[in-house]
């Protein structure tokens, strides 16, 4: 099984695009800090991110640099030919789910939304005419 469960911070801003079919990615980075061991120095892991359809246009909405999010996913190895001609290696992590920790209205946090107004739920009127009752 192939799964990461990632928490970290923004790197860059989103950067929104459609591949040539109309298919919404957004890619961008984060940045992980590792537990520390004793006295030693943080150290920290970044991560390429990808999301595709919906959760890509989503992110590229409501996230930028600096916020915080948790990412659900796989790791994508990849290998390519670099333009001096050496192989090299791509880790990527694409997105199955990922969510928003940074709270809303703090400083660098997600632009301000009003969530849709609640559907009203038909009201049930009472029905007293028993005049066209059979029996």
Same mark, same amino acid.
């Given at each position: 099984?192939?799964? /990461?469960?990632?928490?970290?911070?923004?790197?860059?801003?989103?950067?929104? !695009?459609?591949?040539?079919?109309?298919?919404?990615?957004?890619? #961008?980075?984060? $940045?992980?800090?590792?537990?520390?061991?004793?006295? !030693?120095?943080? @150290? /920290?892991?970044? *991560?390429? /991110?990808?999301?595709?359809?919906?959760? $890509?246009?989503?992110?590229?909405? *409501?996230?930028?640099?600096?916020?915080?999010?948790?990412?659900?996913?796989?790791? @994508?190895?990849? @290998?390519?030919?670099?333009?001096?001609?050496?192989?090299?290696?791509? /880790?990527?992590?694409?997105?199955? %789910?990922?969510? *928003?920790?940074? &709270?809303?209205?703090?400083?660098?946090?997600?632009?301000?939304?009003? &969530?849709? $107004? +609640?559907?009203?739920? +038909?009201?049930?009127?009472? *029905?007293?005419?028993? !005049? %066209?009752?059979? #029996?």
């Amino acid at each position: 099984m192939n799964k /990461v469960f990632l928490i970290g911070n923004l790197t860059r801003d989103p950067e929104l !695009s459609e591949t040539a079919s109309g298919i919404a990615v957004c890619r #961008f980075g984060i $940045a992980v800090n590792r537990r520390r061991t004793g006295d !030693s120095e943080p @150290q /920290v892991d970044f *991560f390429n /991110v990808t999301a595709w359809r919906g959760l $890509a246009d989503t992110v590229a909405r *409501f996230c930028k640099k600096g916020n915080k999010i948790s990412v659900v996913g796989q790791i @994508q190895i990849r @290998q390519y030919e670099g333009n001096d001609g050496t192989k090299r290696t791509s /880790v990527d992590v694409i997105a199955d %789910d990922i969510e *928003f920790l940074t &709270p809303k209205n703090s400083a660098g946090g997600e632009e301000d939304f009003t &969530p849709a $107004a +609640p559907k009203k739920r +038909p009201t049930l009127e009472a *029905f007293d005419d028993d !005049s %066209d009752i059979p #029996f």
